[in-house]
């Protein structure tokens, strides 16, 4: 099966193909979101194929490239279109095309009606190539190919609806800001590329990993070129310091934020730093970075979660710090943990987007929550899928969410600080509560919204089917990695092993024996996260007067974590502005009109004086030409006598 | 003599003048020929010597023929005059 | 100094002579008699040299032609007189008198001061190359190609001044 992998890549490009040169004539929707949404699933089930192929292949064969065609062969530099199917790349692909043809097939109900129906499904598979490319490189380029690629995608569907108004500026502005800070993030990645094709002569993974063995940990090289791509990854995944495009990317259509900014782009970063993750267990300073960013993201978010108003700006914020998360784990050496919590996250986090747009459409499009309320009775269905989602992702016992992010907690303890498991447990509160809020004033309470121009209904089926399925992933999705100390065995884990057997020889890890500390902690994290949970519901449905009085008596606190800590603002006084005025005031018209233009004009001015001097030689009469003969005839003469 | 005869073509203004200049010049070259086929036995020399007689004779007359037209479009014979084709 | 000499010496002053004043005259027509009697002189020259058939062919040409042609175009013309050679001298002037000049200095050093053989005496056969039978011979076998030549270019001499000198057709 694995020479189907190729075929992978394929059928979303189709799609695309398809969709884009065609998808204009073909008035069906269901035509055009069926051609979409089947491109992505056979792309999953030849994934399935190749997995089952894999289960069945011993440890050491189970890697193997694909390679289709050579791409660059330039001197020392040759890149090849290949395909790397091992592992960790396959079970990306699966969640990239499982969850992503489900959110193909509620996509179709929720842009019903929508007159850019088909530009819609082309971009989101041209999305899912892109994205499919990163995660199956074989080599960084190729990786560097899709990583662009779904930035392209994020821009092209966070601007989907290119007239409408966003907050201070337009959906247009929120693609723009998104791209510009990926590209950022995006330069630290070239620059580490350059760096690894320098240091190691190769852009492949198995010519770069098989090298990196035989460095020393703690190399300087190895330092910069992990740094710059945690920027890189920063800038893709949203942490500090460039996740401001995140919540302005909640401008585009829900099932946009579902797929690409809760269950795949955003995981990119994590992809490559797992995949990489020898390069980056040489460098444990930049380890340490990365797991302090992870931290102190997630707390950070979290807090500003806590107060915001629109449905999906809280989600938004919801997924920066749930990443946080994510590269807390690598940050200590815990990648199979981080890849736990992708999938994980995958599952209830495009099941809360999808059910926030359930409720979004029905609520003809408000979003903000104060002006919601009591949906339950209207949307039972949508309810009791998304307090499943809230369940999962607050770490209620026996969900996904719980396995996945103790192991994370467990692991920062273990092979990090204390400190670090106290912060992350502290974040895993604020997080409850706020997804508990959130819950409260959407589906219980008191109706708050205006019954005479707003009547809510349940979902169509296409929408609700692809929320059951998540939903029921949400449940089961964390037994395949039940820790030791539960009793179980931990499948996801083992199945990751040889990925991360390089890294994990260069870090030596200490061993862990005492399962008492780490079922004391495990109780410890449920704790508070029931405690944070029972507040969130207990204030929000009954009691919003508490909350309310302490939103005054903290005023100034409240003001600075509704408006995001000021960051925005920081940022656009101390960069954007800055580099606007100097574009503006020196760049155009000192350089570009006195320099550049000045060069061109004189050059031309100069070739005129030049010219003036030398039109004289033709006077027009006839004997200065002879004199010019006759002066050659000199020289000619001379020159024979000379010899 | 060939010396006199650039010294003519150089100086002179009159366009008739430049042309008996180059007739002098072309003579001078006719009297090197017959010397040298004189003294070396040859008689190359002679014959060239007859040729560029002939081609000074034709020369001469549609010189003059151009000298002709040209003073009866600028009424002047005088090459300095005649300098249309300046910059 | 033999007889022989004498006559090439006398010639020769003449001819270079006619030559100068034939530069300096300010009458174009004083310019054209100077000339008939250079080309004299240079018929004379030919005499020494052994070359009857050219020197005879030149006098009849040049001297009574082409300098007739002359002397009918500058009556036609009616010029007067030029002006001085002094009232113009400028930079043109300059530049072509010492470029002449030069011209004259490098030449007397290539004929002077090269390496020639030293042509002191006429070749022996020279007197019978020079009649009229001989390059007759000469010119109908070895030189026979540009013989015929000659005639198209004539030709086109002729077909040539007549165009130019043709007032234009009204119609």
């Known amino acids: 099966m694995y020479q189907f992998a190729p075929l992978i890549i394929l059928f979303p490009l189709v799609g695309f193909l398809i969709n884009g040169l065609l998808g204009r004539k073909i008035k069906n929707e269901t035509i055009v979101g069926g051609i979409g949404t089947i491109a992505v699933a056979a792309s999953f089930v030849i994934g399935l194929g190749i997995f089952f192929e894999m289960l069945s292949r011993p440890i050491e064969e189970r890697s193997q490239v694909v390679t289709v065609f050579e791409w660059i062969s330039a001197g020392t530099l040759s890149v090849n279109v290949a395909y790397q199917v091992d592992q960790l790349s396959i079970l990306m692909t699966l969640i990239v095309t499982g969850v992503g043809s489900l959110i193909h097939l509620y996509s179709i109900g929720y842009m019903h009606g929508d007159a850019g129906f088909w530009r819609f499904f082309t971009y989101l598979n041209l999305f899912i190539f892109a994205m499919l490319n990163l995660v199956l490189a074989d080599n960084y380029l190729l990786m560097f190919l899709g990583w662009e690629g779904v930035g392209l995608c994020s821009y092209l569907l966070i601007g989907f609806w290119y007239d409408r108004n966003f907050e201070k500026g337009t959906t247009g502005d929120a693609a723009k800001k998104a791209f510009i800070v990926n590209r950022i993030g995006d330069f630290g990645f070239l620059l580490a590329m350059f760096l690894i094709f320098n240091t190691f002569g190769s852009l492949a993974y198995e010519s770069v990993f098989a090298q990196a063995k035989g460095f020393s940990v703690g190399d300087n090289v190895m330092f910069w070129i992990t740094l710059l791509m945690f920027v890189g990854a920063t800038g893709k995944s949203a942490q500090i310091p460039l996740y401001i495009w995140l919540p302005d990317a909640m401008a585009g259509p829900t099932p946009v934020s579902a797929l690409i900014h809760a269950a795949t782009m955003v995981t990119a970063g994590i992809y490559m730093v797992a995949r990489s993750s020898i390069l980056f267990a040489l460098a444990p300073g930049t380890m340490e970075i990365v797991a302090v960013i992870g931290l102190a993201t997630a707390f950070f978010a979290g807090t500003i979660g806590l107060v915001q108003n629109d449905i999906k700006k809280v989600l938004a914020y919801s997924t920066v710090s749930q990443l946080g998360y994510m590269f807390l784990a690598c940050g200590v050496g815990a990648f199979a943990a981080g890849l736990f919590h992708v999938m994980t996250h995958a599952f209830f986090k495009a099941l809360l987007f999808l059910g926030s747009g359930a409720v979004i459409h029905a609520m003809h499009d408000e979003q903000d929550i104060q002006k919601m309320g009591g949906l339950q009775k209207y949307m039972p269905w949508t309810f009791r899928t998304f307090l499943i989602g809230s369940f999962a992702i607050s770490g209620f016992p026996l969900l996904s969410g719980f396995f996945s992010k103790d192991e994370i907690l467990w692991k920062a303890f273990a092979d990090g600080a204390p400190w670090m498991w106290v912060i992350a447990a502290l974040a895993a509160g604020v997080t409850a509560f706020y997804m508990f809020r959130l819950v409260s004033l959407t589906f219980l309470g008191k109706e708050r919204f205006d019954h005479h121009h707003i009547h809510p209904h349940e979902a169509p089926k296409t929408m609700l089917i692809p929320l059951l399925v998540l939903a029921l992933l949400s449940v089961i999705g964390g037994y395949v990695g039940i820790p030791h100390v539960l009793g179980g065995h931990n499948y996801f884990e083992e199945f990751l092993e040889p990925i991360f057997a390089g890294a994990n020889s260069k870090m030596m890890l200490p061993m862990h024996d005492s399962a008492a500390l780490e079922l004391g902690l495990m109780a410890g994290s449920v704790a508070i996260g029931l405690l944070g949970m029972f507040a969130g519901w207990k204030i929000y449905t009954q009691k919003i007067e508490v909350a309310e009085h302490t939103a005054k008596k903290f005023s100034g606190l409240h003001k600075l974590l509704w408006n995001k800590y000021f960051v925005d603002e920081i940022y656009d006084a101390g960069i954007v502005n800055p580099i606007k005025q100097t574009s503006d005031r020196f760049l155009w018209k000192i350089f570009d009109v006195k320099v550049i233009d000045n060069t061109l004009n004189y050059s031309a001015k100069f070739i005129e004086a030049t010219s003036n001097i030398f039109r004289r030689i033709q006077t027009g009469v006839v004997q200065s030409y002879a004199i010019v003969f006759v002066a050659g005839i000199l020289v000619m003469l001379g020159y024979l006598m000379g010899r | 003599m060939f010396c006199c005869g650039v010294l003519g073509v150089v100086v002179r203004r009159n366009a008739i003048v430049i042309f008996m200049s180059i007739e002098l010049m072309l003579n001078a070259v006719n009297l090197s020929l017959v010397a040298f086929s004189s003294f070396l036995g040859d008689s190359t020399g002679q014959m060239l010597v007859f040729f560029v007689m002939v081609v000074a004779a034709a020369e001469a007359a549609i010189g003059l023929a151009i000298i002709i037209a040209l003073f009866r479009n600028k009424q002047t014979v005088y090459v300095d005059e005649i300098n249309i084709l300046k910059w | ?171």
Do not use: W
């Not at chain 3, 500058?74 to 400028?90: A, E, F, P, Y």
């Open chain 3, 1 to 171: 100094m033999t007889f022989e000499q004498g006559v090439f010496y006398f010639l020769a002053i003449v001819t270079v002579v006619s030559a100068v004043m034939m530069l300096l005259q300010r009458n174009p027509v004083n310019s054209a008699l100077y000339l008939i009697l250079n080309f004299f002189c240079l018929g004379g020259l030919y005499l020494t040299l052994n070359a009857q058939f050219i020197a005879m062919v030149h006098i009849m040409v040049y001297a009574g032609a082409i300098m007739v042609l002359f002397l009918f175009v500058i009556m036609l013309l009616n010029l007067g007189d030029d002006k001085s050679l002094r009232q113009h001298l400028g930079l043109r002037m300059y530049l072509g008198i010492a470029f002449s000049v030069g011209l004259f200095l490098e030449l007397l050093y290539i004929l002077g001061f090269s390496s020639a053989n030293n042509y002191t005496q006429q070749s022996p056969t020279a007197v019978e190359m020079g009649t009229v039978e001989y390059i007759g011979k000469i010119l109908f076998t070895k030189f026979l190609f540009p013989f015929e030549i000659t005639s198209f270019l004539l030709l086109a001499a002729i077909i040539g001044a007549v165009m130019l000198a043709k007032k234009k057709i009204i119609q």
